[in-house]
């Protein structure tokens, strides 16, 4: 997210240009901040003034003071994160009790608008990447425009809730602000980037007060709210008719293991309970669906860029449990649609796609749109064709980066610009702001993680799908998919195939036909950092993407999940493992060039670190054994260390027969011949044959889950997470060092800060970008892997 964040913008400029629009019945009235105080400790006065002036509850907008409250966020790898801003908005009068369970459940989904109360200028999160004459309102002329730890930290802090805000509710964009003693600013979140107004004095000025009235009057859409997706209650007859389909399905035994209606819609009991039905619009078929669904299933912990989030859903209209996703995608000609990829990938015949059958960009005014069509659809006639009356339809798209391409130019913007942390060389040049738009995609396959593999040879199997998937898009499309990662290839189960599994490789929105773009579509690099290739860590902006670094990016996967969810070394060597996992898959560095990396995995590739070297050597089957080497084999010849040159004379007593040069030259070109999906598919599929028994096989058991990370994190041991059993060592899966959760709340000033500018919520991030986050998160999947389209990075080819 470091430098997105644009401004500042002039308050009445910014009021203009991203509040709600002022309706004709609005009439300003007064809600008075100037008896009010210090902000330190000031939320209660705060919202007792807006409370007090009883505005905002005319508008049915209801201000609390959440300054000690929690709401629960479940999105992030199933972790309990409780956390919340100084001040909330919210559509209903929410009982504010501090044991209430369903105000802990629903709080952070239903949190419309936020602000927060610091209580130090220095706390200001655009204190350094704001103009000169912006900061000396604040007293500060004299400082360095270097950025503090604590402005980098609240800028993540709000990050954090915005996310988490958003990640847990359905909206397009969203509003915050900042209140400082004297100053405050008003902020403009979506996936693009922030904008953010010039200080003003919330005091004297009208302001804020006119900002929420402005909120306070607005419709859905312009509030942000994605009206495409409505509540209904858990008692509706359309739940009723979805768990009927769902327990068919799982009847049919096509669903992951452990997906069962009660444990996807499972919810607080309450009268207020809700679910959600999703009215997914199909711009090929031009029809909805309706999609029944709950809570996340998986998410990106990001709040910038894609955005992914997964469901487990049932698709009433096609009576079957489907998997949605709801992502942001990069709304440029070059970046196709995912759902047109999958369309011609099904006409050219390329095997195991996850049965994308339905979806498409979410329409402005979804709400409305769906509401019309199911009420045609009573009485309209069959084979007829549905055409939506009134104006174009429009899309959802955002605005931040649209507004900067527009009007950044203008005078009255002219000390506006892209903040970036730490990049003082870095001009708004250099800062890729990329438009997106919001699209739903369902898939009929619903399938489980990678990670969760029955055994070894099956996650061989996933892989090996997903290689023939690769290989057959590149050959029949010429289309390279670029970000092979963990969270990209899932274990479907094929119905009535007695334990037969499918590998599926998803995720296809940043895929490139190589023959027709032969220019870089953008600056940002595209990936996932822990399984991208060395070269394209330590060169990011001068190496083109090509199918050798797909195929070592599987490298990367096979090892990685081998060495994590199996076990091979002794207790007493679990960290030291630890350790060099964690410098192979997440090692940054970062410098004012930008973040690099790849060094560890160079090692990794030469066979030159030997913890790992002793985990492989204890792999078990030998056929698993094989199949890392087999795949590790071309890259280490393509990477071997160069000889030295001769000395300044030859050493006559030495009886060279061939020059070591052109000996490592040879072995280079060898593993370029080699690094084909030929070679690759040729071991996958004869170790995996079925008439090759795998004895001593084992299912996936974690070992390092992420509270023996966090103990290693710290310093401490963790032998003692570990039990002896007959089947091996396994890790005791208890999150005894976090009891009740992770309490997100307080100060961003904390030590142990589990909330950062980029990704808003790593356990622990170092200002120099030591390890990337994903190391923090509870495995290796789509919510755990730093996806670097959605992070600030220098120009390289994509």
Sequence with gaps: MEGKWYGPVPVDRWKKDFAPRKSKELVYENISFADMGSTTEGDKPFVDAITSSKVLEKLKLYCKDTHKLFGRDKTIDGSDFKFGPDVCFLGTDMPMTAADE?????????????????????????????????????????IPVVDSDMSFKVRGQFIAYARAICANSHRTHLYGFVVLPNHARLLYFDQSGVCYSELFEWRTTPHLSEFLQLFGAASDVRRGIDTSVEKISTKDELVADAETIFCE??????????????????????????????????????????????????????????????????????????YMKRSWRINLPSFPKERDTYHEFAEAGVPHLPDCYFGGDVPRHSGELAKKYFEWKKTAPAGATWVPSGEKMRFVHTKVS??????????????????????????????????????????????????????????????????????????????????????????????????????????????VNVELVREARRKG???????????????????????????????????????????????????????????????????????????????????????????????????????????????????????????????????????????????VEEGVQMCTHEYMLYFFRTLTAPDIPWLDDRPADDQYPLHVREDFVKGKAIEHHYVVTEAGVASAHDASSRP????????????????????????????TGEYDPSFYSDGSDDSASEKLEDVESGPSHD
């Design 525 to 667: 690099r595209t990936g996932t950092w822990e399984f991208m290739s060395a070269r394209m860590l330590k060169d990011p902006k001068g190496c083109v993407h090509e199918v050798r670094d797909d195929l070592e990016s599987m490298c990367y996967l096979l090892h990685h999940h081998v060495l994590r969810y199996r076990d091979t070394v002794p207790v007493h060597r679990k960290a030291l493992l630890c350790s060099a996992l964690r410098d192979i898959f997440n090692r940054v560095d970062t410098t004012n060039l930008g973040r690099t990396g790849g060094n560890h995995k160079l090692t990794f590739i030469r066979g030159t670190f030997d913890i790992v070297e002793e985990a492989i050597e204890a792999v078990s089957p030998s056929e698993l054994h094989q199949l890392l080497e087999e795949a590790r084999r071309p890259f280490t010849k393509i990477y071997a260390v160069a000889p030295r040159p001769n000395g300044a004379i030859p050493n006559p007593f030495l009886k060279v027969k061939r020059s070591p040069a052109l000996e490592h030259a040879e072995s």
């Design 402 to 511: 649209t507004y900067i391409d527009k009007h950044g130019e203008e005078d009255e913007l002219k000390e506006a610009r892209r903040g970036a942390t730490g990049r003082t060389d870095l001009t708004d040049d250099d800062i890729e702001m990329l438009p997106h738009a919001l699209t739903v995609t369902l898939f009929g396959k619903v399938g489980g993680r990678l990670r969760d593999f029955k055994s070894s040879r099956q996650l061989c199997i996933a892989l090996m799908h997903a290689l023939e998937t690769h290989e057959a898009a590149y050959r029949l499309k010429k289309v390279l998919h670029r970000d092979i990662s963990a969270g990209n290839i899932l274990i479907y189960k094929v119905p009535g195939g007695k334990g037969e599994i499918e590998g599926l490789l998803i995720d296809w929105d940043l895929c």
């Design 102 to 142: 369903e105000r802990l459940e629903r709080l952070i989904g239903e949190i419309l608008c936020f602000g927060d109360l610091k209580s130090k200028n220095g706390h200001d999160p655009c204190l350094h990447i704001t103009s000169a004459s912006d900061r000396a309102k604040l007293y500060l002329k004299n």
């Design 740 to 767: 009740g959760g992770v309490s997100m709340k307080r100060k961003a000033s904390s030590t142990l800060s589990y909330y950062t500018s980029g990704s808003g919520y790593s356990l622990k991030k170092q200002r």
């Design 249 to 322: 399905a799982k009847a049919s035994d096509s669903l992951p293991d452990g997906v069962e209606f009660k444990t996807v819609f499972e919810t607080f009991k309450s009268d207020s309970a809700t679910y959600w039905r999703c009215n997914v619009y199909d711009d090929r078929l031009k029809i909805f669906h309706r999609v029944l669904t709950y809570r996340v299933h998986s998410s990106t912990p990001y709040f910038a860029g894609r955005a992914s989030r997964g469901f487990i859903a049932v698709d009433l209209d096609r009576r079957a449990v489907i």
